[in-house]
């Protein structure tokens, strides 16, 4: 496979490789132009300048409309200009690293927050009650106002609280992650519309351009034959052959 040299990097690549300079969208080759004044715009780029200057392109997007780029902002722009993917199971990625103290606080949440616990601890007390009030009336081990009841009350109360509010927490923790990839994915829709915005613009502004070129190109042809025809005694001199335009 022949190689050939980068117009912008001069690194040696393969030949199929290159991006023509005549087929780029005109921010991208303002751009380039911008940065690099000498650059004479006739011969291809390869792919990781045309990536990095693609990033370039998308991040001037976010400056317009905001003060400071994030680092979050700045990698999807730099995933956008390479291709790469943002949509990930945020799910399994964050349980596959929890602990396990904190697997146990969410078992532990999850079922003091649900009828069966609800019902199994009414029981417990109804029991407790009954046993104290009715089967063991002198002598009781909890006498009426069951003190030891309410002790264990407030302290499964005071335990099971921190360990509800973990497992809250971590649940937040998860959301915030979810919350920041829907806003990737977000960012990285407006940013692909706004590109294919910009590749139609260009498309359509190279398409009037050549159209012009072709009307131009008509207008000499039927010339060249009005003066044959009106002056067929006079030479003329035949228009040279149509090239296409570079853009």
């Known amino acids: 496979m022949a190689k050939v040299n980068c117009s912008l990097c001069q690194q040696s690549v393969e030949a199929r490789t290159l991006f023509s300079a005549q087929k780029l ?3 991208l080759f303002d751009l380039i132009k911008r940065d690099r004044p000498e650059w004479a715009g006739n011969r291809g780029i390869c792919t990781s300048c045309h990536d990095q200057y693609r990033a370039k392109k998308l991040l001037s997007y976010l400056e ?3 003060d400071k780029i994030s680092e979050m902002e700045k990698a999807v722009v730099t995933k956008i200009a390479r291709r790469g993917r943002i949509t990930r199971l945020v799910d399994k990625e964050y349980e596959a690293s929890m602990t396990l103290g904190e697997r146990v606080a969410d078992h532990v949440a999850h079922f003091g927050g649900s009828w069966t616990f609800i019902g199994i601890f009414g029981a417990i007390l109804f029991v407790w009650m009954g046993i104290n009030t009715w089967l063991l009336v002198r002598h009781p ?3 009426y106002p069951f003190i030891l009841l309410n002790l264990v009350l407030s302290t499964i109360a005071a335990l ?3 360990v509800i509010m973990m497992s809250q927490n971590r649940q937040a923790e998860k959301d915030r992650m979810q919350a920041n990839q829907d806003y990737q994915i977000n960012l990285m829709a407006e940013m692909e519309i706004r590109d294919l915005h910009d590749k139609l613009d260009g498309l359509r502004n190279r398409q009037w351009h050549e159209l012009w070129h072709l009307q131009q190109r008509q207008l000499q042809l039927l010339e060249h034959l009005h003066k044959e025809i009106s002056h067929p005694e006079d030479a003329t001199v035949e ?3 149509y090239l296409p335009p570079e853009i």
């Open 25 to 27: 969208e005109l921010p």
């Open 160 to 162: 099971q609280a921190p």
């Open 239 to 241: 228009p040279g052959p």
């Open 141 to 143: 081990f909890d006498p």
């Open 64 to 66: 317009a409309e905001y």
